[in-house]
């Protein structure tokens, strides 16, 4: 007869794993003896060994105990069920590793890579860490209201990036959100001068098209709304826009009245 610890040690577990399958009623517990120690059979030994393989096979706990008293059958079956459902798992946390490992860096959440090279670029050209934070969160938005549209934006995104005027901008953005200046400061007037300027290029060569996204209130209306709560500079900006006849930098559109 075996003491509960001789009895872990040759199925390969704890005593305290023992405990455990007793407190569960998956493991029948025997009386003390006389000196007030449990004495296990070779019985027990067999049936913790067969619950040690069920549990170490994925099986969980809770269905061990019908696993033990059931027939080929219905024992068949169910360890095909548990392994349907292990695969099924087993897919998840594939799909999970991959997605770990592509968030190498922060940029890479929720943003395919497309973007992320992007982002990349903004860094090459001068752009703050907290302005690429602020634009990476901005796309994150984009690409969950149009992932489908996603790669085919981003070509006309890097090539603006050559553009010396668009590096200019985001270099006076990054040294606004990277200081303690007021909304009327001069660096303000100068992006909002430079943001209407190009506009008014784009509307009169007709290529104010929005990046060949369909427009929804809903969209903009939060891509604004991050604009704002990301810095508070930003309604001076579209103060600044209005001024200079846009509605807006987000959604730039030019207002009623004015000429191009």
């Known amino acids: 007869m075996l003491t509960i610890g001789q009895l872990a040690a040759y199925a390969g577990v704890t005593a305290r794993t023992v405990r455990h399958y007793h407190q569960i009623g998956l493991l029948p517990e025997p009386e003390r003896d006389a000196s007030g120690y449990r004495r296990y059979g070779a019985k027990a ?30 024992f068949a079956e169910t360890v095909h069920r548990i392994d349907r459902q292990l695969s099924d798992e087993i897919a998840r946390l594939e799909t999970s590793r991959k997605q770990i490992a592509q968030l190498s860096t922060g940029d890479s959440l929720a943003l395919p890579s497309e973007v992320t090279f992007y982002l990349d670029r903004l860094r090459d050209i001068g752009a703050s860490e907290a302005m690429v934070e602020a634009e990476r969160d901005a796309w994150i938005l984009i690409a969950v209201r149009w992932p489908d549209q996603i790669r085919a934006m981003m070509p006309s995104k890097l090539a603006s990036l050559e553009d010396p005027r668009i590096v200019r901008l985001y270099r006076l953005l990054s040294e606004l959100f990277d200081s303690d200046a007021d909304g009327d400061d001069p660096r303000v007037v100068e992006a909002a ?68």
């Open 45 to 74: 030994v067999v049936a913790l060994i067969k619950i040690r393989t069920l549990a170490n096979a994925g099986v969980p706990l809770s269905e061990i105990g019908d696993l033990l008293e059931a027939d080929a059958t219905t």
């Open 193 to 260: 001068d430079l943001m209407a300027g190009m506009a008014d290029e784009a509307y009169a060569a007709g290529e104010l098209d929005g990046g060949g996204i369909a427009y929804d209130d809903m969209s903009f209306d939060l891509l604004d709304a991050f604009a704002a709560e990301s810095d508070p500079r930003s309604q001076r900006m579209v103060e600044l826009m209005r001024e200079r006849g846009w509605s807006g930098w987000i959604r730039t559109e030019r207002l009623p009245g004015r000429s191009g």
